[in-house]
């Protein structure tokens, strides 16, 4: 999960002071519009946009079974989640984690209809709606984006460019 932070530290080649993580999170949390890049069997990049939420401190998405990016995370679990905040852009490295869980997918499912008004539900390990934006057909197999490391690019000159490992 995403709160395990081992380290925040500057990159900034002048220094500063990292930022907090729970700055980030808040980012991460209030984002609208994401982008996933995974990679294709085949070595090619692939990066769409997807809407996402933070769930217990973690970021999920959905996707169908058939999506490109789901044969991806497949045959490579590696990923990069993107998204620009009003004080932070921020690059999530990691690895994309199926959830299954009854309760999780449920927690999951609420925070969507929360943040877009999509809602649907959670069953047989899955979501079930219609008209997911960026999503494909249902059901959606929800995954959770375990960090390696999170860079945060201020989008002004008020903070530090951080790096947060975990």
């Not at 990923?79 to 994309?96: H, K, R, Y």
């Not at 809602?119 to 494909?136: C, I």
Request: charged share 15%; net charge negative.
């Amino acid at each position: 999960m995403m709160t395990n932070v081992a380290r925040a530290e500057p990159f900034d080649p002048a220094g500063g002071t990292p930022e907090p993580w729970e700055r980030a999170l808040t980012e991460l949390a209030g984002a609208q519009t994401y982008w996933l890049s995974t990679v294709c069997p085949e070595g090619r990049p692939h990066a769409v946009p997807l809407l996402a939420v933070v769930v217990g401190g973690t970021v999920h998405f959905c996707a169908s079974g058939r999506s490109r990016k789901a044969r991806n995370l497949d045959a490579d679990a590696r990923c990069v989640i993107t998204t620009s905040g009003p004080g932070l852009d921020l690059v999530v490295q990691g690895e994309a984690a199926p959830l299954t869980g009854a309760a999780e997918l449920g927690d999951v499912a609420g925070s969507y209809a929360t943040k877009y008004g999509w809602s649907p539900t959670a069953r047989d390990g899955a979501l079930w709606a219609e008209g997911a934006p960026t999503a494909g057909p249902p059901p959606y197999r929800v995954y959770a984006v375990v960090p390696t490391v999170v860079f945060g690019f201020p989008t002004d000159e008020s903070s530090t460019p951080t790096r947060w490992r975990f």
